[in-house]
């Protein structure tokens, strides 16, 4: 596919200052650039040189910091395409490794492409012994995000053969190996919570057995993956690979623009993915149903979400992008009831709290004015409680499938010629200049 940028039509936008507006420019034009889905974007890259004025956009909710060809999302519709790929199709008849394929490659692979490119990932997912030394080093009771973000940083310094990002080689090995091991580093923090010996990769297993392989087998007794419960882990994966430029995919395209190597790059990722706005929510969720407890008391939780003096917020609602209902929240709750009839949760308590908190949120004006719908993490801990994962393991989890789509990303900027170091200005409303003088009155 060629450059998605079409600009064959010279369209502009004429910006018109308004008589006497400090810098002496009156008009400037500014070039629409249109990709082949979504809003057309107005070409500012001109503007300061030409008007001495930058734009202002906190949280960047109407800037487009890249061309990319990977995600494309429509917030008001509730779609999500993956290089064209509707979720919902991709999550119903793909796997994670041939997603993570089609999001690093642009399409899916054939079975030869799939066959060498499950080899590579198969033959990484151990990691080097001395790493298994970090974990040591920290507490017991230290939140396994934390043990992610210091081991994974901590891969580059064991990998100097594929640190170097100008070598289109050494960038490919660095991704398998970093796909590759998230699930081993991943399954070695629980364990080390839990104070049982790590467990090492099978060859033989898929990439979401090996994980439940490495996460629940014991040296004392045979541990069999239940078929049923691999395929609603790699369904969880796939819908967790990527989402266009949410906060974390932004960060680790913005640590890649200053050439920082691969794994710090993710190791910034998984940090920014840990805050509750963002991939934390997962946890969140569950710890929040567990504090409400009862139907009775959601009222006064809805109460507390909308009150802007309490920083509550209902966790596992709202979206910066989708004001309709997260297409991937679709598909893990129905993929929720089909696991939790499998292993005879149906009636979890939280899960009905969670169903009774939805009914009466979507019918609150607070929400349905806000366009509040539940997103992908409303869901996605019922299914992880109930295959056995512990609560603050959610964010691992996420962290192990969304490193397919910052890999993704972080290829897509290191290629792209346009790309520069990021570095936003700001609007400075700080001291004018001032002098420094002895402070006098301090008798300095
Ligand atoms: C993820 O970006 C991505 O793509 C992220 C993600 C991905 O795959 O990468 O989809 C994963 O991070 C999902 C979101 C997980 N976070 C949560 O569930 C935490 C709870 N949600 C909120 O913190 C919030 O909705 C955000 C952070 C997700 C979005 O924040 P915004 O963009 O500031 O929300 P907004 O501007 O749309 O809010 C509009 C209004 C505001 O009130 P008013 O100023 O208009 O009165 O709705 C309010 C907000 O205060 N609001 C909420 C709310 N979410 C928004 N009020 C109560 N509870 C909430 N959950």
């Known amino acids: 596919m060629g450059p998605a940028i079409l600009d064959d039509n010279h369209e502009s936008a004429h910006l018109e200052f308004t008589p006497g507006t400090p810098g002496g420019v009156e008009t400037v034009d500014l070039p629409i650039l249109h990709g082949t889905m979504g809003p057309a974007v107005l070409d500012i890259r001109k503007l300061y040189t030409e008007t001495d004025y930058f734009t202002y956009d906190p949280g960047y909710t109407a800037t487009a910091s890249c061309e990319s060809k ?56 151990m990691v080097h012994e001395q790493l298994r030394n970090f974990y040591s080093g920290f507490r017991r009771d230290a939140h396994p995000m934390a043990i992610m973000v210091g081991v994974v940083g901590a891969l580059s310094a064991f990998y100097h053969d594929s640190l170097d990002i100008r070598d289109p080689q050494q960038r490919i090995i660095a ?77 680790v395209r913005l640590v890649g623009s200053s050439g920082a190597n691969p794994f710090a790059c993710i190791a910034a990722g998984i940090a920014c993915l840990w805050g509750p706005a963002h991939g934390g929510a997962n946890e969140a969720v569950l710890n929040m149903l567990k504090e409400i407890g009862h139907k009775d008391r959601i009222p006064e939780f809805l109460e507390k979400a909308k009150n802007k003096d309490d920083p509550f917020r209902l966790m596992g609602f709202g979206h910066r992008v989708y004001k309709n209902f997260d297409p991937r929240a679709r598909v893990l709750w129905k993929t929720s009831q089909e696991i939790l009839d499998e292993l005879g949760f149906d009636n979890d308590p939280l899960l009905q709290l969670a169903k009774e908190l939805e009914r009466i949120a979507l019918e609150d004006p607070y929400f349905v ?52 170091i990021g570095r936003p200005r700001q609007l400075y409303t700080g001291h004018t200049l001032r002098h420094y003088e002895p402070q006098t009155h301090h008798g300095i």
């Open 70 to 125: 990977i995600t494309f999302i429509d917030g008001e519709k509730g779609i999500l395409l993956h290089r064209g790929y509707p979720i919902d199709e991709l999550a119903e008849k793909s796997t994670f490794l041939k997603v993570a394929y089609l999001l690093m490659e642009g399409d899916l692979p054939t079975s030869e492409e799939y066959i060498t490119f499950e080899k590579n990932i198969t033959h990484h997912t």
């Open 175 to 251: 991704s398998h190996r970093l796909i590759a091991k998230m699930p081993t580093i991943a399954a070695m923090a629980y364990k080390y919570s839990v104070g049982q010996p790590f467990v090492y990769p099978k060859n033989e297993l898929g990439y979401a057995e090996n994980f439940l392989h490495m996460m629940f087998s014991t040296p004392t007794g045979s541990y069999t993956v239940n078929p049923v419960v691999a395929k609603a882990l790699d369904k969880i994966l796939i819908l967790h690979a990527d989402h266009e430029q949410n906060a974390s995919t932004s960060t």
């Open 369 to 420: 004015e806000r366009k509040l719908y539940p997103n992908v993490d409303f869901y996605s801990g019922f299914i992880l409680k109930a295959i056995g994962v512990p609560t603050t393991m959610f964010t691992v989890l996420f962290a192990v499938a969304r490193t397919v789509g910052w890999i993704a990303h972080w290829m897509e900027m290191i290629e792209d010629p346009a790309q520069k």
